[in-house]
């Protein structure tokens, strides 16, 4: 090898170092920022606690793998819009991702523009949601009740689940409330949230979604 061409490869392999090194450095500058600002929005485009009514809330989002859609449900007796106290019918909040994960959704725009504000970009982040009153959806006076007899212990203490599907509860009842994360699938409350989707779901797929930007 000529003098000439090993100075060309010392050349590319500092280039390649280079650029290397500020892909590394962009892609942390992204992971930290998605770290900070996702589980804020998440609270936010998918809340789960609210400052009146008798309810039961249920979010999931999966630790890690990020392409699972986060999801959420709200299902009790809303504030009486035209007067004190609460409604007389059970009602239903149901709110998804649209496509794309939320944290996927954050990550793909802050990546094309890193110098917009995390609040816009929040903004922008879009959701499927549908509202239902057990009128519109007889599934929903059926989970109530049986939510209201259900029986579960405490949390396994000795297993560990590694990037699990995590489940999120909010309950707010008369007699108090309760905040709940749970990452074991077959606890009861965690496999009637799910029952629970299930049954929505075949509400969902006969009516027509309202998109959040």
Known sequence: MTREAKHRCVLLLILLLCLSTRLSSQNDEEWNWINE?????LSELMPIQQSSGFYVAYRSHRDYQTSILEYSFVI?????????????????????????????????????????????????????????TQKTCPAIQRQFDKFQVLRFGTPVFDQIVFHPLVHTFHIQAGMGNMDLVLTDEGHPLVKWALETRHALEACTASSKSTKQN
């Not at 600002?37 to 929005?41: D, E, N």
């Not at 059970?90 to 890193?114: E, G």
């Open 76 to 132: 009790g007796y809303d504030p009486n819009e035209n007067g004190p106290g609460l409604q007389e019918y059970l009602s239903a909040h149901v709110r998804i991702a649209d496509s794309l994960s939320i944290h996927d959704q954050m990550m793909k725009m802050h990546s094309s523009n890193p110098q917009e504000d995390a609040a816009n970009i929040q903004k922008q982040v879009k959701l499927k949601t549908w509202d239902f």
């Open 37 to 41: 600002h996702f589980g804020p929005a």
